[in-house]
């Protein structure tokens, strides 16, 4: 349950909804599995899986969500193949040319006729609300699927008016900045892997690994017109992840100091340790979030 990747949004409303009254509007579109002719599903699932009744999971105020997709997994070359067959086989029967909209209704019919066999490909996106902070953090790896999780929880309540949390600062500008020592990164801490970026059409990339960050080396880079994209931090003896230009956070990793914090919880009992992860991880976050925000030179208004 523990997130990994993080995109933050910033509520510009609350979301004026007891969690009965959520729980209600979710289950409206509470996720089902594809039908024999569905090419595809999205929908709410229970966070806390087969441990749990709800579609929310509530502590300490913050509302945990989890949404759920089906892809029946159909390969455009299976689709090619056979289409190309059923052409190939018209055309030599009625020794004339087979037109584009007959193709496409072909296309159609070998879909459906292939639906009912096809593989299915299953994933969840979870996101809790941070009522008290005003935010909705989204564990997804790019803003389409953060946006996919969105746009369900605008339709399922009416009205959802967010925008990614963005920073008065260029995020390029200020890591590129701790490169070159000019900035301090304190309560965080540099680690040893970061990619930099020419600022030139198609310039060049570099990506390193296990390499001191203030190095001369890197510096002779910097000076040379390349700003960074990314870079890896740790966040006290809390957390370390990746933080991307975009304000992205990706491979979010919490130290044993975190993990460890429930190691007298009764294992036994699932629901109580998927309770007690939510809350230690939801309190590591509202410690986080301000702090990174504010290292990266405050909040940019969103008006």
């Known amino acids: 349950m523990w997130f990994k990747n993080l995109i933050v949004y910033r509520l510009s409303t609350p979301i004026e909804l007891s969690s009965d009254q959520l729980e209600t509007r979710l289950e409206e579109f509470a996720f089902r599995p594809c039908n024999s002719q569905e090419q595809s599903k999205y929908g709410w699932s229970k966070p806390m899986g087969k441990h749990g009744s709800s579609l929310i999971h509530v502590t300490d105020g913050n509302i945990l969500l989890c949404a759920r997709k089906e892809d029946k997994m159909l390969p455009a070359s299976v689709i090619k193949e056979a289409l190309d067959e059923k052409v190939e086989m018209i055309e030599q029967e009625t020794a004339r040319p087979v037109k584009k909209k007959e193709k496409d209704a072909l296309k159609e019919e070998i879909i459906h006729t292939l639906l009912p066999r096809a593989f299915s490909r299953l994933g969840s996106t979870f996101a809790y609300i941070a009522p008290k902070q005003g935010l909705i953090i989204v564990d997804a790896s790019s803003h389409n699927k953060a946006e996919d999780l969105l746009a369900l929880l605008r339709k399922s309540i009416g009205s959802l008016a967010v925008l990614p949390v963005q920073s008065k600062t260029p995020v390029?500008?200020?890591?590129?900045?701790?490169?070159?020592?000019?900035?301090?990164?304190?309560?965080?801490?540099?680690?040893?892997?970061?990619?930099?970026?020419?600022?030139?059409?198609?310039?060049?990339?570099?990506?390193?690994?296990?390499?001191?960050?203030l190095s001369t080396e890197i510096q002779a880079h910097i000076e040379n017109g390349m700003f960074v994209t990314k870079a890896a931090l740790q966040y006290g003896d809390s957390m370390t992840f990746v933080l991307n230009e975009d304000m992205t956070i990706k491979r979010v990793k919490f130290t044993d100091v975190v993990t460890e914090q429930q190691e007298d919880q009764d294992k036994a009992d699932k629901a109580a340790c998927f309770d007690a992860d939510f809350a230690i991880m939801t309190g590591e976050f509202e410690q986080f979030i301000p702090a990174l925000v504010d290292l990266l030179g405050g909040e940019e208004a969103n008006l």
């Open 172 to 213: 390029d500008q200020t890591m590129t900045q701790w490169l070159t020592g000019e900035e301090s990164t304190a309560p965080f801490t540099l680690l040893e892997e970061a990619e930099l970026k020419s600022p030139l059409e198609n310039g060049a990339v570099l990506r390193c690994k296990n390499q001191d960050l």
